[in-house]
């Protein structure tokens, strides 16, 4: 049986599915989906093929989008109300115009802005919020209960907003470990559990700083004292194969690696052409090879420095870096990559895949050597994820 590739793409106007054989060079475009909700992450289950959006935000509501049917129908499950729901209940002419009374109250309505993130760990359904929140399903998205745990935190009333503000954005998990799970705030940083929940460790020490030493509620930057990680965490992966938990991070002050878990990290952005960046990604089977796409700096623009794209790479953990640029726009290129918008598939030799603001999807089959665009005119691409099925 042939296996097929699909990219799970979430936009500004709703969901994209671009399928593929498993020779990766032919690819077919489906959408926009989910009533055009604006979509930030989707994710699937490779066992059932479920698929699962993250959408809306202020205007529509928060909530999650569900395809047992590989996106022919969707179901919503709303997390919270948005304004258009407070506008139809007072308004009967809206009603007409729309065709829909309003939305029940939804079981977190008043407390959830946007769903940032999804993530399937172990049989449960994460989804991190803005205000920064992390909510679990074990019904397969039907019904949420918040991670209290997590909200609970003792640093949880100095946590402080990012650019666009308060969101919980990234969700890693362990495969062997179900207990075991991370997330990424803008700006609190990371945040790391080892018995499901239940309780949760601040991790932004730097390897240069003694246990302890880190783990008050100094200044978020890399600044003065040097010993803590910048707090607004861009993105984070973990390394599927190797010893140990292996994490790599693109933050907004540089990239990091870590060999324990996030207990410490190393500066590894010696050799970028910026510290500045919003994806990373590892390669499926060799926890050394890592990608990222630097971008100017925060106030320069934020796309490619000298407005010429290119992905970086290391083989080494984030020793030595080298610059991939075959296929890429080398001039006039303003275009910006946001943090989900990266991500590989499983073959021997790695796919890469990256989506940009201005609506092209990338593609690599080489590892990063060679890139072709595969798809362009989409909405602004928030997200890129790989759903492999036999």
Not at 121 to 126: E, P, R, S, V
Not at 212 to 221: F, I, M, V
Not at 347 to 368: C, P
Request: glycine share 12%; with cysteine.
């Amino acid at each position: 049986m042939t296996e097929s590739l699909t990219l799970l793409i979430g936009t500004s106007k709703g969901v994209f599915l671009l399928s593929s054989d498993a020779a990766r060079t032919d690819w077919s475009l489906r959408g926009p989906m989910c009533d055009g909700w604006p979509t930030n992450h989707v994710v699937g289950d490779p066992d059932t093929g479920t698929l699962w959006a993250a959408s809306g935000g202020e205007w529509h509501g928060a909530g999650v989008w569900r395809s047992d049917d590989g996106g022919a129908t969707w179901s919503l499950s709303l997390l919270a109300n948005g304004q258009m729901d407070e506008w139809l209940a007072n308004d009967e002419a809206m009603r007409k115009m729309f065709g829909r009374d309003p939305a029940p109250d939804a079981p977190f309505k008043g407390h959830v802005n946007a769903l940032w993130s999804l993530g399937l760990n172990h049989g449960t359904l994460y989804a991190g919020a803005k205000p920064a929140a992390l909510f679990a399903s074990t019904d397969r998205g039907e019904t949420w209960q918040k991670v209290q745990g997590l909200s609970d935190h003792p640093s949880a009333d100095g946590w402080e907003p990012g650019a666009a503000g308060l969101v919980l954005h990234t969700i890693v998990g362990a495969p062997q470990t179900p207990d075991k799970l991370w997330v990424g705030i803008s700006a609190a940083g990371v945040f790391a559990t080892e018995d499901g929940g239940k309780t949760w460790e601040r991790r932004n020490r730097l390897s240069n700083a003694e246990p302890g030493e880190a783990q008050g509620h100094g200044d978020p930057a890399l600044g003065a004292c040097g010993h803590e990680v910048g707090h607004c965490v861009h993105n984070m992966v973990r390394a599927a194969q190797g010893p140990g938990d292996t994490l790599y991070q693109q933050n907004h002050h540089g990239v990091f690696r870590s060999s324990d878990g996030g207990r410490s990290w190393e500066d590894i952005a010696t050799g970028l052409p910026s510290t500045f960046g919003f994806p990373i990604a590892v390669h499926p089977h060799d926890p050394s090879t890592l990608w990222v796409l630097p971008l100017n700096g925060d106030s320069q623009g934020r796309y490619p420095p000298d407005a010429s794209a290119a992905v970086w790479r290391s083989r080494d953990g984030g020793k030595t870096w080298h610059d991939l640029r075959a296929g890429l726009p080398a001039k006039n290129c303003f275009f910006t990559v946001l943090r989900q918008a990266m991500a590989t598939d499983k073959a021997k030799q790695a796919g890469v895949y990256f989506g940009t603001n201005t609506g092209s999807i990338f593609a690599s089959t080489d590892e990063g050597d060679t890139w072709v665009e595969i798809a362009r005119h989409l909405p602004m691409v928030l997200s890129v994820e790989v759903l492999h099925r036999a």
